[in-house]
Nanobody
């Protein structure tokens, strides 16, 4: 069964960086559209960043200028570089591959989710 494997994350101090990775098979990676979500207890998952055809990107307003979504086709890996972290960035982060951009919004693919990675930012 094909799947997505996340790594990275953990504990960081406010103002510091962390990088998340999401590795998968080449077959899934060909789905082109990818995104990172995050979720805090009691809340729905929210889109953090998405990347589509031509490496076009979309970011949540709360992370613009601080986070960078990118991908490496040679390694079939999606990344989220998180800089200038804030305590409010604390959440479980999930990668998603194969969703659809509709009117600028990313609609996730229910089949291809990563297992989730905890990111905790201390003040």
């Amino acid at each position: 069964q094909e799947h997505l494997v996340q790594s990275g994350g953990g504990l960081a101090q406010a103002g510091g960086p962390l990088r998340l990775s999401c590795a998968t098979s080449g077959l899934i990676f060909k789905l082109i559209t990818m995104a990172w979500y995050r979720q805090t207890p009691g809340n729905q998952r929210e889109l953090v960043a998405g990347i589509g055809r031509g490496d076009s990107t979309k970011y949540a307003d709360s992370v613009k200028g601080r986070f960078i979504i990118s991908r490496d086709g040679a390694n079939n890996t999606l990344y989220l570089q998180m800089n200038s972290l804030r305590p409010e960035d604390t959440a479980v982060y999930y990668c998603n591959i194969g969703g659809t951009f509709v009117a600028g919004n990313y609609i996730p693919n229910s089949r291809f989710w990563g297992q989730g990675t905890q990111v905790t930012v201390s003040s």
